[in-house]
């Protein structure tokens, strides 16, 4: 064998050794790191199976649009190896790992003719990028970024082979050339960065023609060479050129929107912008870590400090080695794919975007390295081609270290990998029947405006093995794209990610604010309890519906108008019981009647009558006649652009869609339904008014619903019985709900009561609920029927199972002390055995009837129940923004009230007369309730009043009077002679004056 074959045979060992480690630590562990599949891996892979299915697009619009040389090697792979995250990575990994020769036989071409030993250089080249951090990072992901250094590095090897001949006089090297050309067209189908590549080509034949010009013909040679390979490119690039003429704004928009000239990621400008990414790219190679984990998972610089200091001194040298077109070449390139990052303002620092700078880097380095080491004296510059091993073996170390090393906490890498949706994924398509469709909903603010479809993640794990679909959370689109995507389908599975403890980057996609879908499903569906459901790994609910399911949203909407707090108004209301039965016309849910234990649905449409930026919520309760709480939902009260805009415009609509659970074994009969609003923060409750301004309180009645016998089910209460005492021979009592042990004077002690029909019972009860004191004195006592007025215990079923809601009033003069609870059954004449419930303790206060020495003194009426005596306080209070008012009132009661709360209210106001702080409350800090109230009783009542931190400086003045909170009717206010005040308040004699 030959000294130059022998050679050629060592260095063929050499590549396919580096080659082959390469390949070793980029498929090591492939199918457990990374764990999960992100979202942009997942959308290739749908996209290559859609190949596989015989689409042949030019372009992938999908995830912002994509370049289709990658996702069409990974069909390959996927038609051979199945679809799976490691096959999607696999590509990345070959890819990556052909670089590796790719950069050696370039680094060979392009120092040939250099005083650097070119077999050497490239050999270290090849090692660099072998065992680089950076690029082992992204030869493990899914992404076709990836691609562009490989088809760089084959593109110049032909321009650097052609290079020689170029300027030398001879025939040009239109092999070399032709294949030149090729690749370069097909490097544009790599990925958006590679536009510059054609921009590297042209300046480095410039720049070397320039350098070369002295040589006869020289510049008409190079202008042909580039005309060739231009044209060989053009041809190549031509169906993907044409498809960006005929759709130009998947070729700029997604650049446009990121870049240094879009407001929104860039407000300072582009030329501060500018700065800013070329600050921060910089230090990318040295202190400041990309923070996308995808691209770092172990969130450190792309090079150690040392290869970091080489790059420089590499830079440093083409500065010295000026008119070398090699040596230039190497850092007009990182220079010149340096723009994709630089011309960026989102997201930065951005290692992937930079991807194509990583042959030039490391071809810097090395050549730094190398140039150094020829510079040592004497014999030690015979060694410069070692030089290099120290800190190859630093880096490689460090850099296999740190990338596998960050894998040993996965946690951190849930939702940067999106894990919990590529388990989920693939369980729903392992365990998924034909009768089952999986359904995300989708924000219409975000899918609608500028975001495409997400979850491709879920689409590519499942595989077509089960129906996986999206439906938009709007109206009335929702009910359109249910009822295709149920059709012939019994259970839906709703997917409910925002709902996860860690949720996605992305799942504010998935964000249904007003819960339009669950609220469509139920509404004509059945929700199926959870506790046999499948874990899949992020939450979501299931129901049962029919298959032919036609879907709607409302009823009979009927227009109202009700407005709380002058700031929203109620304008259309709709409601309606849910499906008893799934194949129930739709007609059949408008009906005002639903059993207990069922649920009701409701529809609110609404209007904003002020700007409001704050959250507000309605709450919908069902009362029985006695207003007894038989059902409750809260909904939030937003925009229905929330939450992209929080800023609710005035005459804008929007609407609620609440679905109310009715409580199980409650009394038939007629229930009322109700509408309160409050601001979420604050809890501050809005007055409700109708049309003719009346007010209604604090809640509004929307309308009534008959409540008829529900299925029987097995109540649970508070304090359930082990051994129930059967009271009656078909009735016995199971338990009771006793919230308060101890009771103020005045006060009203709630009792619920659980009777249960041993058997269909043959008597009509009365309960009898009593306070024993110690002697056995009757205190306080109640009766009601069980179940209630319209449904006597005559019509109860066997095994049925109703609350029974009592309320014992105490008197005010109540003695203080312990007392017992009792119950017994009356029928007829007879009464049952006596049952204690248990101890009750009757707290007293201490009563004050003489009134208090008061700095001012006051004289004030207010509904002839109680007046003002005065105040204690200075006549002037100087205070800050943010401080505390302090002030004590002094009342005298002059009867027994008529309704048994009253609430005292202290408002600082302004000069328009608005409250600027308020403090509403029962006196006396909450002590003195007014069904607490005897006559002739004095209430001293500490006032507390915390001032806005933004409130401006200047006089205030304070007011006071007494509201009805049931209704927020204020008590009429009359001065000494009788006359009604303004407003019914008395403006206490205190100037506030804020500094």
């Not at 609608?448 to 109206?475: C, K, N, Q, W």
């Not at 449409?605 to 029985?624: E, F, G, H």
């Amino acid at each position: 064998m030959s000294k130059t074959k022998h050679k050629l045979w060592l260095e063929l060992l050499i590549v396919l050794t580096v080659t082959a480690a390469a390949l070793a630590l980029r498929l090591y562990r492939l199918d457990e790191i990374p764990t999960g599949l992100y979202e942009d891996e997942a959308a290739n892979g749908v996209d290559a199976l859609a190949v596989l299915d015989g689409a042949r697009p030019l372009f992938f619009e999908r995830n912002n649009g994509r370049e289709p040389l990658f996702i069409y090697f990974q069909a390959l792979l996927v038609r051979w190896l199945g679809a799976t995250p490691y096959t999607l990575r696999l590509a990345a990994a070959l890819a990556g790992s052909a670089t590796i020769p790719a950069i050696y036989i370039l680094a060979r071409a392009l120092f040939r003719s250099t005083s650097l030993p070119p077999v050497w250089l490239a050999t270290w080249s090849a090692l660099f990028l072998a065992f680089s951090y950076w690029h082992i990072s992204l030869s493990r992901v899914g992404f076709r970024a990836i691609t562009l250094p490989l088809l760089a590095c084959l593109t110049f090897i032909f321009f650097w082979r052609a290079w020689p001949r170029l300027v030398r006089q001879e025939q040009l090297p239109w092999t070399d050339l032709l294949l030149c050309g090729l690749l370069l067209g097909l490097t544009l189908y790599t990925y958006t960065a590679a536009r510059f590549i054609p921009v590297l080509l042209t300046g480095t034949l410039f720049l070397g023609l320039a350098f070369e010009r002295q040589q006869k013909g020289v510049m008409r040679r190079g202008l042909l060479a580039l005309a060739f390979i231009g044209f060989m490119a053009t041809v190549v690039f031509a169906p993907l050129g044409l498809y960006f003429m005929t759709h130009l704004g998947n070729f700029l928009d997604r650049a446009g929107d990121i870049s240094i000239f879009s407001p929104r990621w860039a407000p300072e400008g582009p030329v501060a912008a500018f700065g800013r990414s070329a600050v921060r790219t910089a230090l990318m190679f040295v202190t400041l870590p990309d923070s996308n984990l995808r691209h770092n998972p172990a969130q450190r610089p792309l090079f150690d400090l040392l290869l970091a200091g080489w790059l420089l001194v590499g830079l440093a040298v083409v500065l010295v080695r000026g008119r070398n077109v090699a040596y230039l070449f190497c850092a007009l390139w990182f220079g010149v794919l340096a723009l994709p990052v630089l011309l960026t303002a989102e997201g930065l620092p951005h290692s992937l975007r930079a991807i194509g700078m990583v042959p030039a880097a490391i071809l810097l380095i090395v050549l730094g390295i190398i140039w150094v080491g020829q510079r040592f004296p004497g014999r030690l510059a015979l060694w410069a081609v070692w030089l290099p091993l120290p800190f190859f073996l630093f880096s490689a170390y460090t850099g296999v270290r740190d990338y596998f090393g960050a894998w040993n906490e996965p946690e951190k890498f849930h939702r940067a990998f999106m894990v919990d949706y590529a388990r989920a994924g693939q369980r729903i398509g392992e365990h998924s029947s034909p009768a089952d469709v999986w359904v995300l909903p989708l924000s219409p603010n975000y899918t609608l405006e500028e975001y495409s479809p997400a979850y491709h993640t879920l689409t590519f794990m499942i595989g077509g093995r089960a129906l996986y679909t999206d439906v938009v959370a709007a109206e009335p689109l929702a009910a359109t794209q249910l009822t295709a995507v149920t059709a012939q389908h019994r259970w839906v599975h709703l997917l409910q990610p925002s709902e996860a403890e860690q949720p996605s980057t992305a799942a504010f996609l998935s964000t249904d604010v007003k819960d339009i879908v669950p609220f469509l499903l139920e509404k004509q569906g059945r929700p199926v309890a959870d506790q046999d459901a499948l874990d899949i790994g992020i939450p979501y609910a299931t129901y049962e519906v029919h298959p032919n399911t036609h879907y709607l949203f409302g009823g009979h909407p009927v227009s109202t108008s009700i407005t709380f707090g002058e700031s929203v108004e109620l304008v259309q209301l709709d409601y309606g019981r849910t499906a008893l039965d799934l194949s129930e016309p739709a007609a059949a849910l408008v009906e005002h009647r639903a059993p207990a234990g069922h649920r009701l649905w409701a529809l609110l449409r609404w209007q904003a009558l002020t700007p409001i930026d704050y959250d507000l919520k309605v709450s919908l309760v069902l009362k029985d006649e006695a207003g007894h709480t038989a059902g409750q939902v809260d909904k939030l009260l937003v925009s229905d652009r929330y939450p992209v805009f929080r800023t609710w415009k005035p005459g804008e609509r929007a609407s609620i869609y609440p679905i109310l659970p009715i409580e199980p074994g409650i009394p038939p009969g007629r229930y009322l339904l109700y509408a309160k609003v409050y601001e979420d923060q604050s809890g501050r409750v809005y007055t409700a008014q109708d049309e003719t301004g009346q007010r209604l309180g604090s809640e509004a009645l929307l309308g009534s619903v008959e409540i008829t016998p529900g299925e029987l089910a097995t109540l649970m209460p508070g304090q359930p019985f082990n051994d129930p005492p059967q009271l009656a021979p078909d009735l016995a009592l199971t338990g009771v709900d006793l919230p308060h042990a101890t009771v103020a004077l005045g006060d009203t002690l709630p009792v619920t009561l659980y009777w249960h029909a041993l058997q269909k019972p043959a008597a009509d009860y009365t309960v009898q609920l009593q306070l024993f004191s110690g002697a056995g004195e009757v205190i306080a006592e109640q009766r009601s029927r069980p179940g209630g007025n319209h449904y006597p215990t005559t019509q109860w079923r066997a095994g049925e199972t109703l609350r029974n809601w009592m309320d014992l009033p105490l008197a005010p003069t109540t003695p203080a002390g312990n007392y017992e609870l009792a119950v017994s059954l009356i029928t007829g004449d007879e009464e049952s055995e006596l049952f204690l419930l248990g101890p009750i303790e009757v707290r007293a206060r201490v009563r004050q009837f003489d009134p208090p020495s008061l700095a001012q003194s006051l004289t004030a009426s207010f509904g002839q129940q109680v007046d003002l005596l005065g105040i204690n306080s200075p006549v002037e209070m100087v205070v800050a923004p943010g401080e505390e008012l302090l002030l004590t009132l002094a009342w005298q009661v002059q009867d027994a009230p008529i309704v048994p709360l009253l609430v005292r209210f202290v408002h600082l106001l302004g000069e328009d007369g608005r409250p600027l702080a308020q403090q509403d409350g029962v006196p006396c800090a909450g002590e003195c309730p007014a069904a607490s109230w005897v006559a002739d009783e004095v209430l001293v009542d500490p006032v507390m009043l915390t001032l806005p931190p933004d409130l401006s400086a200047g006089d205030y003045r304070l007011v006071t009077g007494w509201y009805d909170p049931a209704t927020v009717v204020r008590l009429e206010a009359r001065d000494e002679q009788g006359n009604r005040l303004s407003d019914d308040v008395v403006e206490l004699p205190v100037r506030v004056v804020v500094r």
